[in-house]
C-alpha cells in the first residue's frame, strides 16, 4: 500500500482477523505480509507487479524463482488462492506484451510443483477489451476465474448525468434499467457493470469463466462533497457486503466473491486526491464507520 504512516504486517492481520475479514489481496510479494499471513486462514489474492512482467514473460527459470519464494514458500500455511498476473493492464502499455506470456510461464511454474487446483492464475482487469480477448483462452484453457476491478463509483462520477447515485450505492427502490437485449431489470449499477463483462464473455467464447470481483469501493472524501463522503462510503460497502452473497441478475442465487478496496487511506497514493481515502480504516486502525463484515 502507498502510504508511509501504515501499522505493521502483524498489526493488519490481527485487524483482518479482528474484523472478521478473511480475504486479502496485496499488491506485490511483500515478504513480512507472507509471513505474517501463516497460519491466518485469510483467502490471498497475490499480485505480480506490471513492472516484473517483461521479466518472467522472457524466462521460464524467473518465473519458477518467483512462484518457488512466494509461494511454494508459504503454501503450506498461508492460503494464496489467486496469483493475479499484472493489475489494470492497459492496451497502450508498455508491459501488455508481455501480460500473457508471463500469465503462462507462472501457471508453468505452479503446474511443476503440483498446485494448479489449489492457486489460480489470472489477471485483474477494468475489462479492456484488447487485453481481455487473449487472457480468455487462457483462463478457460486453466479453468482460471477473471479478477475484475469494478468501482460503480467511477461509472457514477464519469456519467453524473445519465447515471442516479442511488443506482450507485443499491439503494434504488426498484429497477431502474431495463436491458433490452436480455431482458433483465437493473437496480445497482454494480449488477449492470458485472453482467456487461459476463456478456462480453460469452461472445468471446468464454462462456463457462467466472468472474472475482478484485477490487470494489467508495471514496470516503477527496471530491464532490454530496458524493465522496463517509455516509455514502458506508451506504456503499454495507450494501455491498449484503449484495454479493445474491449473484446479479444475470446468474441470480450465484454468491459473487469480491475484495473490498481498500483497508487503509493511504497517503501517498498518486492521482486524483479521492486515491488516498478509499480506506475502510484510517492508518491508526481506526474504523471511519460501522461495518458488520459477517
Known sequence: MLGNNLPSKQEVVALFKQNNIRRMRIYGP????LQALRGSNIELILDVPNS???????????????????????INNVKIKYIAVGNEVKPSDFSAQFLVPAMIKIQNAIN????????????????????????????VSNRSPLLLNLYPYFGYIGNRRDIRLDYALFTAPSVVVQDQGSGLGY?????AMLDTVYFALEKANGRGLEIVVSESGWPSAGGAGDVTNVNNARTYISNLIRHVKGGSPKRP??????????????NNKPGDETEKHFGLFSPKKQSKYQINFN
Open 30 to 33: 511483500d515478504q513480512q505480509a
Open 52 to 74: 516484473d512482467l517483461q521479466r518472467l514473460a522472457s524466462n521460464q527459470g524467473e518465473a519458477n524463482t518467483w512462484v518457488q519464494n512466494n509461494v511454494r514458500n508459504y
Open 112 to 139: 511443476s510443483l503440483g498446485l494448479a487446483s489449489q492457486v489460480k492464475v489470472s489477471t485483474a482487469t477494468f475489462n479492456y477489451k484488447p487485453i481481455l480477448d487473449p487472457v480468455i483462452n487462457f483462463l
Open 187 to 191: 437496480r445497482n449499477l454494480f449488477d
Open 253 to 266: 442465487g450465484r454468491p459473487i466473491e469480491t475484495y473490498i478496496f481498500a483497508m487503509f487511506d493511504e
